[in-house]
């Protein structure tokens, strides 16, 4: 028992001299007296929202201070009035969306303009497990695409755990290009607790092109990087179709140089009809000391007892999601409570 005692010791003390050591060289430590290490100075604050025409929802009373957050992409194939119509398929939607504190929405396929908006209306119907109210809003894209068959991006997010800390941006495609089917959708989230920052970048590639879109990801990394010229953290992610004929995902890519975590795994089952990994979380490595190490696919399938029909009226995706900290140095903490649980005391 003194043994593994004495060797706990020195592991923590290895651990947390090296964490210090690394965030005197790097700055990448955040000052936790004053939870402001990977604020950006040069992002614009909470903005008017034009494409719904409506102010970011403030946050209620009930504002989070929880330790992690947890994003969430997820492919809603053809969402528009038709499957909003559908009671069965928007209560595993509204449950489903509401385990996650973002989600970056893709196909969606109404020009109605009015399926998104019910469904943020019946996720907010209603209150947690602890009797607080639900306070999710939402950003939308113009309808895109080169076909008469356009598409919306959307991110749902709750409310009292992040607010949209820029202008929601479309990729301007540089003159002469069109690289993108659907251009990617941005936008800059920041936790009320904690000091977790990043800018999302959503995306649904056309399966055909899939390897040269997802290349192309890069440089929309690169573009944001000239326009929020202190952001260091990038999430990018979505619907990639990564996997089968339409991509190698063993082969290389600008998007799996060493700026990049892929950290949904290639053995992962993101669709439902099929054993594909399509769909992809992909981080900078300066967000890496905000992972939790948690990522997956969340089978709805299971988890609410459906048959493969009711799966099928879904989507032909499930979601893929992450855990984040909303403060970095939080992987210390949670190393220690894993070793609570693996007995090394």
Known sequence: MKSKSAILVVLLSVLLLTSLFAGCIDGDMPDLNNSTGNTTENITPPVENETNNTTQTPPSENVSEKEQISIAAFNIQ?????????DDVMDVLVKTIRRYDVVGVQEIRDSSGTSLPKLVEMINNGTDENGK?????YVVSDRLGRSSS???YAYIYDANSVFVASEPLVYPEPDGTDPFE???????????????DALFVLIHT?????????????SVVQYAKTIYKDQENYVVMGDFNADGSYFNEKG???LKSDEYVWIIGNDEVTTTKS???????VITKSLEKYFTNTSGVFNYTAEYNLTAEETYAVSDHYPIYADFWTVAANWFAGLFKHMQTENVF
């Open 182 to 196: 659907r251009e990617p959708y941005m936008v800059t989230f920041r936790t009320h607790a904690g000091d977790f």
């Open 252 to 254: 290389d890519s600008a």
């Open 275 to 281: 054993k594909n990994t399509y769909d992809r979380i």
């Open 206 to 218: 056309k399966p055909d092109d899939a390897k040269n879109e997802i290349d192309e990801l890069d």
């Open 133 to 137: 109210p639900y306070n999710y809003d």
């Open 150 to 152: 356009k598409e919306q």
């Open 78 to 86: 053809i969402f528009g009035q038709s499957k909003a119509a559908k």
